[in-house]
């Protein structure tokens, strides 16, 4: 029968990580402890479930704390705030809690140590990023925004001390290729003791390398505007899988299968797996009888809540500030 779904074989890790779900439940916490509106800057995760979920139970997501009113409690999202949101938050007198992923957070604190060492910044990232803007904006100046290869011709530091940091969510082997340039023209450039690119990212991109060979068609769950889950689509298409992402079994189309009965499903680390079972779901209505698991690498990592929301082993609700 064409367009039958015979088999599904799911990658391993896929959805939330360890960063995505201690985000989200800082904003929960708060909600329990502070009743609702909580304040959030810019979306969390990038996940529109997410969002929903969190808007219905009383968060308020915002772009502009103009929008927040006196004494009210903001969260700043996972991907991490320029110093200038930081000190703004904090001159409006806001309660203040930073679900910013303690990876990112790390990039902040190495940026900050080497400018006052007199290093200048090649970042590797995608302009208009959340994240990419709160790590630029630890600094005033000397941090150049590389995109692609070509871009790095273009950087033009002042000094002779230069340092590359990445955004966390990139495809990994784009990241080497760009990085291979930036050290090619820049022989003494400083990178990081360990690769910026998160565990989540690596292992999501390395199981999609593993299944994407086994597969006809991979489907990808997660929202336009995340990252990592754009990138996981991109890397199957690159190896030669058709992949498409959704964000949800609605999104589905029987034509994707015709004729293409393996079918791989994976996750973006913003992605609650109560999305991917529903997809699974869609796909058993479409014929699938067999659901697999592929063998993967398992995820222990555990970040503590910052103090004030139940958790006392983290001694600041902030990052270090330089």
């Known amino acids: 029968m064409a367009g039958k779904v015979d088999e599904v074989l799911l990658a391993e890790p896929r959805g939330f990580c360890a960063g995505v779900d201690r985000a989200i439940e800082i904003v ?19 996940n529109t479930y997410v969002v929903a979920d969190l808007r219905a139970k009383g968060a308020i997501f915002i772009e502009d704390l103009a929008e927040v009113p006196p004494g009210a409690t903001l969260v ?16 409006r007198g806001f309660q203040i809690f930073d679900a910013t992923c303690p990876l990112v957070t790390k990039v902040h ?16 990232g995608h302009k208009g990023h959340p994240e990419v803007e709160g790590t630029m904006g630890q600094l005033s100046a000397g941090i150049y925004l590389v995109e692609d290869v070509a871009d790095v011709a273009g950087v033009q530091p002042r000094g002779d001390k230069l340092a590359v940091v990445t955004q966390t969510t990139l495809s990994v082997d784009d990241a080497a290729a760009i990085l291979a340039e930036v050290k090619r023209r820049f022989p003494n450039v400083r990178e990081p003791k360990q690769q910026d690119i998160c565990y989540a990212t690596q292992n999501r991109q390395d199981a999609v390398k593993l299944i994407a060979p086994q597969v006809d068609v991979l489907i990808v769950v997660g929202s336009p505007t995340s990252s990592n889950s754009n990138r996981l689509r991109e890397l199957a298409q690159r190896l030669g899988t058709d ?8 999104d589905l189309q029987p034509a994707w299968f015709e004729g293409r009965p393996r079918v791989g499903l994976t996750a973006g680390a913003s992605a609650p797996d109560i999305l991917v079972q529903q997809v699974v779901e869609r796909l058993r209505e479409l014929g699938a009888v067999s659901i697999r698991h592929m063998k993967g690498v398992a995820e222990s990592i555990h970040f503590p809540l ?3 929301l139940g958790d006392r082993s983290m001694a600041e609700t902030s990052p270090p500030r330089s």
């Open 109 to 124: 604190v190495e940026v900050a140590k080497l400018a006052r060492e007199g290093y200048e910044f090649v970042m590797i």
């Open 243 to 250: 992949a498409y992402m959704v964000e949800g079994a609605a």
């Open 28 to 46: 929960e916490r708060a909600l329990r402890r502070f009743g609702a509106p909580i304040y959030v800057r810019h979306e969390i995760v990038h």
């Open 76 to 91: 700043f999202s996972a991907h991490g705030v320029a110093k200038a949101v930081r000190l703004e938050a904090e001159q």
């Open 306 to 308: 910052p103090r004030g």
